[in-house]
């Protein structure tokens, strides 16, 4: 089992909770109330703070089978995503979306640092990825030289991602940036209002456009957060009522 949360950091909220002064029924009554609140982060798909609440919940009231479960499902999910992650990382991979692939592999490494299968997947595949930087750098040149800097931006930008340190992507998007200036702040602009509006996932395709050109504009990646959490909470809103009208 994978923790979402630090060990020393749980160590941490298990001996404040111990530390309080309950009698044991207030103590149960308090495991009760913290896995109720679990239970509402949980299937609100906020798996961190469901994590936080149930250790609570197990630090007052070690022998609550009801948060012992909860949290063995909060493992078990967590562990999905990571195979999940792993999985699309090769999938990426094979259709040559190398960039594609690191991400995913990045963002399993981020949850779980020492995971072994990524980094053996990493090693295994630097000839992909040096094969993919120099095809990034040919189609962004060939896009350069045709005059259209977006989409010159854009293969300069998938090859940085692999190769962070490559001297002529990084020069040469440096030198176009100026040329793109104009779509950036106009696509921007469109993308707040369709924010504003509540087309929301057309904010976040126009958001996603934009970041292709420019990754390092971190307003707009601000927005697309935004956005993103809250297409989500009105996903998640409306399985809710379903589930309610169902029950």
């Known amino acids: 089992i994978l923790p979402l949360i630090p060990e020393e950091d749980r160590q941490g909220q298990i001996a404040q909770m111990r530390a309080a002064e309950f009698l044991p029924d207030e103590m149960r009554l308090e495991s009760e109330r913290f896995l109720r609140l679990a239970e509402a982060d949980y299937l609100d798909d906020n798996v961190i703070r469901a994590e936080i609440q149930v250790n609570h919940s197990l630090a007052l009231w070690p022998e609550n089978i009801e948060s012992a479960n909860l949290l063995a499902r909060i493992a078990a999910d967590r562990n999905r995503e990571l195979i999940d992650l792993i999985r699309r990382g090769e999938q990426s991979l094979a259709r040559g979306d190398a960039d594609k692939a690191l991400a995913a592999w990045r963002e399993v490494l981020d949850r779980d640092p020492g995971n072994f299968d990524v980094q053996k997947r990493l090693e295994d595949s630097v000839e992909e990825m040096r094969n993919f930087v120099e095809t990034m750098i040919r189609s962004a040149e060939r896009f350069e030289n045709a005059g259209q800097p977006l989409n010159a931006m854009k293969?300069?930008?998938?090859?940085?991602?692999?190769?962070?340190?490559?001297?002529?992507?990084?020069?040469?998007?440096?030198?176009?940036?100026?040329?793109?200036?104009?779509?950036?702040?106009?696509?921007?602009?469109?993308?707040?209002?369709?924010?504003?509006?509540?087309?929301l996932e057309k904010s976040m395709a126009s958001l996603a456009n934009l970041i292709a050109v420019d990754p390092d504009l971190m307003q707009a990646r601000d927005l697309q957060e935004m956005a993103k959490q809250k297409f989500d909470q009105s996903v998640s809103l409306a399985r809710m009522r379903r589930l309610y009208s169902e029950g």
């Open 155 to 199: 293969f300069y930008n998938r090859a940085l991602v692999v190769d962070p340190y490559h001297s002529t992507a990084s020069d040469r998007r440096a030198a176009l940036r100026p040329q793109v200036v104009s779509y950036v702040e106009g696509q921007y602009a469109e993308a707040e209002m369709e924010y504003r509006r509540g087309e």
